[in-house]
T-cell receptor, first 109, second 112 residues
Framework: TQLLEQSPQFLSIQEGENLTVYCNSS?????LQWYRQEPGEGPVLLVT?????EVKKLKRLTFQFGDARKDSSLHITAAQPGDTGLYLC?????????FGAGTTVTVRA | GAVVSQHPSWVICKSGTSVKIECRSL??????MFWYRQFPKQSLMLMAT?????????EQGVEKDKFLINHASLTLSTLTVTSAHPEDSSFYIC????????FGSGTRLTVV
């Protein structure tokens, strides 16, 4: 099993501030995925990063895949209360995903 | 496309009874389905991998006789929690894969 470590575990910020969530591993991944999960619901895919050094932007969200494909980060600019949720990184082979422990993000209005 | 439906969304059962959870891929045929368990404030832990027409592959530490998985067709997999106990209370999530991977909305199981 490939282990993914996420940090921080919890993040509480004021609306309008920026935040970064990190996902690290000692293993190399062919791709990493980021999900957001609301309470009582399944995770929803935000992005898949495939190429080392890749940067993907999704509106106010910026995802980066490390050059060595062992780590990734999620940066949210000007966070809004609607960004509140559990952010999970995941990776694995053949869709058999290992998930990080998750980062609970709370954006206060 | 790639919609996965889970049923029921929540269930309460008495200790000692069995509960069946269904996972359906609505608009695609899933080669493989995965079952996860998620305890409060924790991440998703893979329980088993299910391929249509063959026995499920369970992750280490998951009791196959307690968590029965049946993948009878390319659109349906079921997870049966047998002789449920309060410690089995959790959020169970399935995902289905063909060329894409999609997650169900989860089933909240509470054993009383």
């Amino acid at each position: 099993t490939q282990l993914l470590e996420q940090s921080p575990q919890f993040l509480s910020i004021q609306e309008g501030e920026n935040l970064t969530v990190y996902c690290n591993s000692s293993s190399v991944f062919s791709s990493l995925q980021w999900y957001r999960q609301e309470p009582g619901e399944g995770p929803v895919l935000l992005v898949t990063v495939v190429t080392g050094g890749e940067v993907k932007k999704l509106k106010r969200l910026t995802f980066q895949f490390g050059d060595a494909r062992k780590d990734s980060s999620l940066h949210i600019t000007a966070a809004q209360p609607g960004d509140t949720g559990l952010y999970l990184c995941a990776g694995g082979d053949d869709y058999k995903l290992s998930f990080g422990a998750g980062t609970t993000v709370t954006v206060r209005a | 496309g790639a919609v996965v439906s889970q049923h029921p969304s929540w269930v309460i059962c008495k200790s000692g009874t069995s509960v069946k959870i269904e996972c359906r891929s609505l608009d695609f045929q899933a080669t493989t389905m995965f079952w996860y368990r998620q305890f409060p404030k924790q991440s998703l832990m893979l329980m088993a991998t299910s391929n249509e027409g063959s026995k499920a592959t369970y992750e280490q530490g998951v009791e196959k006789d307690k968590f029965l998985i049946n993948h009878a067709s390319l659109t349906l997999s079921t997870l049966t929690v047998t002789s449920a106990h309060p410690e089995d209370s959790s959020f169970y999530i399935c995902s289905a894969q063909r060329q894409l991977l999609a997650f169900g909305s989860g089933t909240r199981l509470t054993v009383v």
